[in-house]
C-alpha cells in the first residue's frame, strides 16, 4: 500500500526516537544525542547513536529511522509498524485508495517543481536583470560561495515570467499555482506569479527538500518579506528556516539558535553558527518547538534587542512553559538594544561568547516579567508577586514547576538595593524641567565625572575621550588628579580614588559630583549601576557632547576587536555601538534617578 508521504512525515515527526529506543534501549546522553548498547547484537561497549530522525550503530551498521526500529526489534511489517506508531501518536493510518495514490504522486511531482522553480530564480540572479539583488547580497556581507549554498535567487519582474521559463520543462501554471508560487486569477483573470521584484530564499523540509520560498522586495515597497502560502508541502506551523543545516550542525557540537529572519540565520551560518534556524515570520509554535527539542535539550533564543524582539521572547516563552520538562529547557540571549545577530556579526562582536553567557529560562525569567511592573508600589509588587506564582503554575511538569516557583520567589524576596534595583536607560532628557544648553552640558559632565568615580576601572577605556570634554573648573581639578591616579595606582578601585582625592583635597568636589543636586543623576551613575549599563552611559553622555567623536571611537573600536577578538574589546565595542544607536534614535540621555 502507498502512503502519503506528507503522513509518513508527520507521523515521524510525532514520535521522539530516543524516547522509542530508550523503550528498550538504556541511553545515555552523548552531546547533542543519544548512546547504549545495540539492541541487534550483542555487545559490552555500547557504539549503537541515536540522533534526532535516525539511529545507527557503528558495530553492526544497523540503521533506519522509527519505523524500521519497530520493525526490526519487532518482527513486523512495515504497514504493521506503521500503525502500531500511529497510535501511539493519535493518528489515523490512511486508507488505501486510488485516489490517494494518485495524490502522492501528485505531491512527488510538486517536489521537482519547487527544484525546477529555485533553479530559475538561481540562474535570473546573476543575469544582468538579477544584478541590484546580487549586488545587495554582497553588500550584506554574503560571499558567492553562502550564496550558493542557499540556493538564494531573483525572481525577475513577474508577469508570468516564471511559467513561461518552466513551460520548457512541461511544468503548468496549475502546478505553480499548487506550490503556490502564482495566485489563481479571480473574475476570470489569468493566474499572475507571487513573487516578483524579491530577492528570493528557498525553505526546506527537515530532508531538505524545497518546500516553499521567502521573497524580500528590493527597494521601496511592503511586505517587505512575503512567504509562500500553505500548501501540500509547506506548513509554516511546522516548519523552521534552515532546520535541516542545523540538524547537521547540531549532530556535531553546534549550539541551536533562534533567531528572527532570512539574513540573520544566513549571516551566522556564513560566520561558523551553524546551529541557527528562524520561524517564518511568525511567533514560533508548539510544533516547532517540538522540533527544536529533538535537536537539542536547551536550545537558545536569540531575537533582536528591541522592544519587538523582547515581545517576541515573551510570546515564545509564555508558549513554551506548559511544555518544559527536566529535559527540556531554553537559554536566552539578549542583544543590546536595536542590535540584532548580523548587525552584531558585522561589527565584528563575539557571538561564541554571547551564547556561552546566554543563562538558563529560569536565571531571565523573572527580569522579563520584572520589566512590566513598578516594584516601587506596593500594589505593582502585590501584582507582581501574583504572575510569579501564576507563570510557575503554568509548567507542565509538577516537580520543575516547584522549582521555578522558589527560584522565582526567592528573587522576589531578596534584600532589595537601598536606590532600588539598576534599571535601564530610558528616552528622558537630563534634567526636569527647562534648563539650558551650558546648563545641561555641565549637568552631563558631572554625570560623567559620577560615572567614573563609581567605576574607575573604565578610566582607561575612556581617558582620551575623558580629556577631550568640556567641564566646570572643578570637575577640571577633579578630572585631573584622576587621571593622575590612574597612571599610578596598582588597582583601579572605587575606594582607592576617593581616597586619593580626599588625600589631594577634592572631597568636596566629589562629592558634589555626586549628589543629587541640583539635579538627579542619572541611573547609570548610581551605586547599584551595573558596569555594562554604566559604560554605555558614559558613552551616551560623550557622544551627546561629542557626536563626530563618537563615531570615531565605533570605528576604532571595531578596529581594536578585529585585531584582538578578546572580552575587553568586546565589551567596549558593545557599549559605544549601544550608545551610538540610542543617539541615532533620538535618545537624550540615560534617565535620572526618580
Known sequence: MALPGGFLDELRARTPLAGLVGQRVRLTRSGRNWKGCCPFHNEKTPSFYVYENGFHCFGCGASGDAISFVMQTQGLGFMDAVGQLAASAGMEVPKPTPEAE???????????????AADS???RLFLPEGAAALAYLRGRGLSDATIAEFGLGWSGEGRGALAADLARQEIGVDQLVACGLMRAGEDGRPPHDLFFNRVMFPIRDARGRIISFGGRIMGEGQPKYVNGPETELFAK?????????????CRTGATLLVVE????????????????????????TEEQFELLWRLSPEPVLCFDGDGAGRRAALRAIDLALPMLRPDRGLRLARLPEGQDPDSLLRAGADIAALLERAPPLADV???????????????QRAAFRAKLDATAARIGDRHLGREYRSALLDR????????????????????????????????RGRAMVAILLRHPDLLHDVDEAFGAIDLPPPLIRLRAAMLSWMDSAETLDSAGLMSHLNASGLAAEAAQALSAMPLPLPVCALPDSMPAEAEAG?????????????EEEVEAAQSDFAARADSAAERRLVALCTARDALRRGETGPAPDD
Do not use: C, K, S
Request: hydrophobic letters at 45%; glycine letters at 8%; proline letters at 8%.
Open 102 to 116: 494518485a495524490a502522492e504522486r501528485r505531491r512527488l511531482d510538486l517536489f521537482q517543481v519547487m527544484q525546477a
Open 261 to 284: 529572519g532570512y539574513m540573520d540565520v544566513i549571516a551566522l551560518h556564513q560566520a561558523g553558527f551553524g546551529g541557527a534556524v528562524a520561524p517564518l515570520g511568525t511567533a514560533l
Open 538 to 550: 558614559w558613552w551616551h553622555l560623550f557622544g551627546l557632547m561629542n557626536p563626530g567623536r563618537l
Open 365 to 379: 525569567l523573572y527580569d522579563l516579567l520584572a520589566e512590566t511592573h513598578d516594584l516601587a508600589r506596593p500594589e
Open 237 to 249: 506551523r511546522r516548519t523552521l528556516y534552515a532546520l535541516d543545516r542545523a540538524a547537521a550542525a
Open 412 to 443: 522576589f524576596y531578596a534584600p532589595r538595593p537601598r536606590r532600588g534595583a539598576p534599571r535601564p536607560a530610558r528616552v528622558l532628557p537630563v534634567a526636569r524641567g527647562a534648563i539650558r544648553p551650558e546648563e545641561a552640558a555641565a549637568e
Open 121 to 123: 530564480y538561481r540562474r
